[in-house]
T-cell receptor, first 118, second 115 residues
Framework: GAGVSQTPSNKVTEKGKYVELRCDPI?????LYWYRQSLGQGPEFLIY????????DSGLPNDRFFAVRPEGSVSTLKIQRTERGDSAVYLC????????????????FGEGSRLTVL | AQSVTQLGSHVSVSEGALVLLRCNYS??????LFWYVQYPNQGLQLLLK??????LVKGINGFEAEFKKSETSFHLTKPSAHMSDAAEYFC?????????????FGSGTRLQVQP
């Protein structure tokens, strides 16, 4: 299909390890978003890319979290020295015009990557 | 302060009954408003959106929502619930009085439909 693809769908790791989560957005979508969803909560904004650059990274909880989108398509969310509190479903979404101006606001979400830190 | 609040984390209705899921926002400038639905083991998908055009917005699957500025609300309704409507529903806002262009989501309401 042509939807947003996220890998891995499930990742179990040990406390202190490094993790990478990948997002492949819908072709042609210039904007890409990372959200985190903990159990029983709504998605929490992490970072937003417009093209290759991070337009808003104010949601990243601390400097252990980092995300890149080097060619303006695929993005990788990187978590260093994982902690048990990082356990959540990490959601990626893309949209056509990045909401930088007066956008439609419609985001297309992937199914998420479930991260469990033991 | 929470910019979007969903009243009721769980709502249970009988099949055929009215569905009402509540959403209130907090903003000095009316925001863009959205309802997303998340079915089990699926990604979130857009149900409907308000972006300053008609205040009554119709979405997919028979859902609609009305923007009421005086009440700072954007409640989601459906006249007659179907078993397939069982899912988690999220209200979201894009705040136009800030520089943020990402959506802020509420904590969600899980809808159960009883036969």
């Amino acid at each position: 299909g042509a939807g947003v693809s996220q890998t891995p769908s499930n990742k179990v790791t040990e406390k202190g390890k490094y993790v990478e989560l990948r997002c492949d957005p819908i072709s042609g979508h210039t904007a890409l978003y990372w959200y985190r969803q903990s159990l029983g909560q709504g998605p929490e904004f992490l970072i937003y890319f417009q093209g290759t650059g991070a337009a808003d990274d104010s949601g990243l909880p601390n400097d252990r979290f980092f995300a890149v989108r080097p060619e303006g398509s695929v993005s990788t969310l990187k978590i260093q020295r994982t902690e048990r509190g990082d356990s959540a479903v990490y959601l990626c979404a893309s949209s056509t015009n990045g909401l930088a101006g007066v956008g439609t606001g419609e985001l297309f979400f992937g199914e998420g990557s479930r991260l469990t830190v033991l | 302060a929470q910019s979007v609040t969903q009243l009721g984390s769980h709502v249970s209705v009988s099949e055929g009954a009215l569905v009402l899921l509540r959403c209130n926002y907090s903003s000095s400038v009316p925001p863009y408003l959205f309802w997303y639905v998340q079915y089990p083991n699926q990604g979130l998908q857009l149900l409907l959106k308000y972006t300053s055009a008609a205040t009554l917005v119709k979405g997919i699957n028979g859902f609609e929502a009305e923007f009421k500025k005086s009440e700072t609300s954007f409640h989601l309704t459906k006249p007659s619930a179907h078993m397939s409507d069982a899912a988690e529903y999220f209200c979201a806002v894009m705040l136009l009085d800030t520089g943020r262009r990402a959506l802020t989501f509420g904590s969600g309401t899980r809808l159960q439909v009883q036969p």
